[in-house]
């Protein structure tokens, strides 16, 4: 059984950096979207960027455009979030996600059943 593996969390320095991968075990993911989506206290998980299998078509929310970068490595079945000049607002618990259907991962719905989640792991930007 598929599984996305989330690692990298941990707590930063204001203007820190991380980088998050998601490492799916199992089988190939290089038909799937992959996708990073976070869930701050008292809010709703959220999506901030994905990728397209097919032609590398990337997406980011407004809020962590030049800041954030998104990759996927094929031979490891990885996908990374490099996090630059983090802020306190980007603490929360990161997510990654999967599916076939492109067009459904690029909604970057927080709420919606993709065919893979990955665990979360927390991201605390604090002085």
């Known amino acids: 059984q598929l599984q996305l593996v989330v690692s990298g969390g941990g707590l930063v320095q204001p203007g820190g950096s991380l980088r998050l991968s998601c490492a799916a075990s199992?089988?190939?993911?290089?038909?799937?979207?992959r996708g990073w989506f976070r869930q701050a206290p008292g809010k709703e998980r959220a999506g901030i960027s994905c990728i397209s299998s097919s032609d590398g078509r990337t997406y980011y929310k407004d809020s962590v455009k030049g800041r954030f970068t998104i990759s996927r490595d094929a031979a490891k079945n990885t996908v990374y979030l490099q996090m630059n000049s983090l802020k306190p607002e980007d603490t929360a618990v990161y997510y990654c996600?999967?599916?076939?259907?492109?067009?459904?991962?690029?909604?970057?719905?927080?709420?919606?059943?993709?065919?893979?989640w990955g665990q979360g792991t927390q991201v605390t930007v604090s002085s």
């Open positions: 199992a089988f190939t993911l290089d038909n799937y979207a």
């Open positions: 996600a999967a599916d076939r259907n492109t067009a459904l991962l690029f909604a970057m719905q927080g709420d919606y059943a993709y065919h893979y």
